[in-house]
């Protein structure tokens, strides 16, 4: 059913995706000490030269979070951009905070109406 050449490459595209799995969660431990955390709600405020995003959670719970140099932009979980962020995105986003310092964004998932519209 298939030839040799063809089992070659499904294996390496296979382990290729493998590798990229894993150097996505290191990615994610590296920009942090300790345990990475997450905090999800809408988008209200963006500001593109500071590259930081503030996401409300609920009436009184909000964060601005600080993308980190290194940090990845998704959408539904696919690479993106921070330009590709919107005001009322629905985002889920890995980070740290160092001491009492910013919280340092690792990632931000957006979804442009809640993850149920991926």
Sequence with gaps: MFDRKS???LTA???ALFVMAFAHQ?????AGTGTPFT???NVIAIDDAN???TVQ???NDSIRFNLDEGGLVMRCSMSSSFDDLKIGDWVNVT???KGTGPYIASEIDSARYGMQHC
């Design 7 to 9: 089992i070659g490459v």
């Design 13 to 15: 595209v296979v382990a």
């Design 26 to 30: 290191a990615f994610a431990f590296s």
């Design 39 to 41: 905090y999800s709600g």
């Design 51 to 53: 590259r930081t995003v």
């Design 57 to 59: 959670a609920g009436p």
């Design 95 to 97: 980070y740290f905070q």
